[in-house]
């Protein structure tokens, strides 16, 4: 299945990109807002795409030639958006017009079993973003104990059945260690009463979410990004994010949040005593969701929120 950039024309709207102006993908993908910033952008935009999927870079520029954009135009940098700054300085990129943050997973990603990603093909429990580094979803499953397996269930796959789920996955492991994303979630769905499981969601959906999350740290490097996005915006430079679940969506409201305010004094204090200056408008109050059209064309967007700023 393709990948569908989404929420593509709310994304161009806010960003509104500019002829000669520099602007940074943090999550390539295959290159769909990518693509379009080229186009809004020409004859002299430039655009930076960070991926840690080094082989997107070849899919993306195939794209870029196929459409007729300026491949020149377009820089790629293997790396995690978590490196942003250093990546924007080696690349002399100071300053950027706008950036965007699509905090999905592309469908290549998820529709390759070897990434093992998903349940709907069988394959090795991998779910690295970067194959060539960090630990794999067996890995994490064959060493951490039972109550952090619990927490990271709990926490990241926000599952009501963490504890019951971890316990079956310890148990089970001492037969027989997990190497298979169907082995996996065959064991987290029975570990759920069938009469919890929602209708139209495998019950090891959040599951899954949990250990991808873990084995990517992805939390951690959404809030490493943020700030150093910031800094790189130009005076009126745009950031956009896109997110798909709770927990990084409150991670961005949240730094959004405090970033436009003028004090960010705790509540029961009498007077501001702090010395904070806000650095951020906000250009949306409340997030944008898919429209039902979208929806239609690209079911994957359903949980897709979009947030965006302005930098003063």
Not at 28 to 40: D, F, K, M, S
Not at 196 to 211: E, I, N, V
Not at 233 to 252: K, N, Q, Y
């Amino acid at each position: 299945m393709t990948h569908i950039p989404v929420l593509l024309q709310e994304v161009m709207e806010l960003l509104n990109p500019q002829p000669s102006g520099t602007y940074i993908d943090g999550t390539l993908g295959e290159g769909g807002h990518t693509l379009e910033i080229l186009r809004r952008s020409a004859p002299s935009g430039r655009v930076l795409g960070i991926d840690t999927d080094a082989q997107l870079a070849d899919v993306v520029r195939q794209r870029l030639r196929s459409d007729g954009a300026a491949e020149y135009r377009f820089i790629f940098a293997h790396d995690s958006f978590r490196n942003l700054k250093k990546l924007a300085k080696d690349c002399g990129i100071n300053r950027v017009q706008g950036m965007v943050l699509d905090l999905g997973i592309s469908s290549r990603m998820v529709d390759d079993p070897e990434r093992g990603l998903s349940f709907r093909n069988d394959g090795p429990l991998d779910m690295r973003f970067n194959p060539k580094e960090g630990v794999t979803a067996k890995d994490l499953l064959a060493a951490t104990r039972e109550a952090d397996l619990a927490a990271i269930i709990r926490d990241y796959g926000e599952e009501r059945w963490a504890k019951r789920i971890a316990k079956n996955i310890v148990a089970r492991r001492k037969e027989k260690a997990f190497t298979r994303t169907r082995d996996l979630a065959t064991v987290v769905a029975e570990s759920i009463p069938k009469k919890f499981w929602r209708k139209g969601l495998h019950p090891a959906t959040r599951t899954f979410q949990a250990l991808r999350i873990a084995v990517n740290d992805e939390l951690d490097a959404l809030r490493e990004v943020l700030p150093q996005a910031v800094e790189l915006l130009a005076p009126h430079g745009r950031l956009a994010v896109i997110s798909f679940h709770s927990l990084e969506d409150r991670i961005v409201k949240n730094f959004f949040k405090t970033e436009s305010q003028n004090c960010i004094c705790p509540p029961e204090l009498p007077e501001c005593r702090c010395t904070h200056t806000p650095s951020l408008a906000l250009l949306t109050k409340k997030p944008l969701v898919p429209t039902p059209q979208e929806l239609h064309h690209n079911p994957r967007s359903r949980s897709a929120k979009l947030r965006a700023v302005e930098k003063y």
